[in-house]
């Protein structure tokens, strides 16, 4: 009987009261803290960078106050400047909060390098072309030259000088091949 008459108790009812308002109070103070602390519909648009070299980009966004990191080199891209954006997160056009990071991925200055194999010399055109074509490389002019393998590569060229396995070309670079007309 005493817990009831605690209960519905003047001192009970008026702590009660005393809780709710607190705790309303402390929500709506908490609510309003995290919408000035956290900039809440305070954005600036992305802009696109895409084609801008670092510099620019940099100066563009430091105007906005937004910061980059770099995320990585893609496969050059030869319709772009060297060292300039292809491509970034998040994408141009969306709203995010200032000081937020803009990743970039951006056009190296050339294709790499890539390693001729071993062992295509005294292949057929047919084996080696779609390994050359495999690794990047074009194919250029077939130079036909007397010898008795019809069809293998005798040589492998590039701007009219021999090259051999395990030198090291542009990707896209242009080969020509010297191949056996099996005339002897």
């Not at 000035?36 to 519909?41: A, F, G, L, P």
């Not at 292809?86 to 709203?95: R, S």
């Not at 890539?114 to 250029?140: C, D, H, K, N, W």
């Amino acid at each position: 009987m005493k817990f009831f008459k605690f209960i519905f108790s003047k001192a009970f009812l008026l702590q009660l009261i005393i809780a709710a308002v607190v705790t309303v109070v402390m929500v709506f103070g908490t609510l309003k803290y995290l919408d000035i602390k956290t900039d809440h519909n305070e954005t600036v648009e992305v802009p696109d960078l895409s084609k801008f070299e670092l510099d620019i980009v940099d100066k563009k966004l430091e105007e906005m106050n937004l910061r980059r990191e770099v995320l990585d080199s893609a496969n050059y891209n030869p319709n772009y400047p060297p060292y300039s954006v292809l491509d970034q997160v998040p994408k141009p056009g969306k709203q995010v909060k200032e000081n937020r990071k803009i990743y970039l991925t951006l056009n190296p200055s050339g294709f790499i390098d890539v390693e001729i194999p071993q062992g295509l010399i005294r292949q057929t055109r047919r084996q080696v072309e779609p390994t050359l074509i495999a690794l990047g490389f074009q194919i250029g002019d077939v130079i036909m030259k007397p010898d008795i393998a019809k069809g293998a590569i005798l040589e492998l060229r590039h701007k009219g000088e021999t090259i051999k396995a395990g030198d090291k070309l542009p990707k896209t670079s242009t080969i020509d091949l010297v191949v056996g007309d099996g005339s002897l």
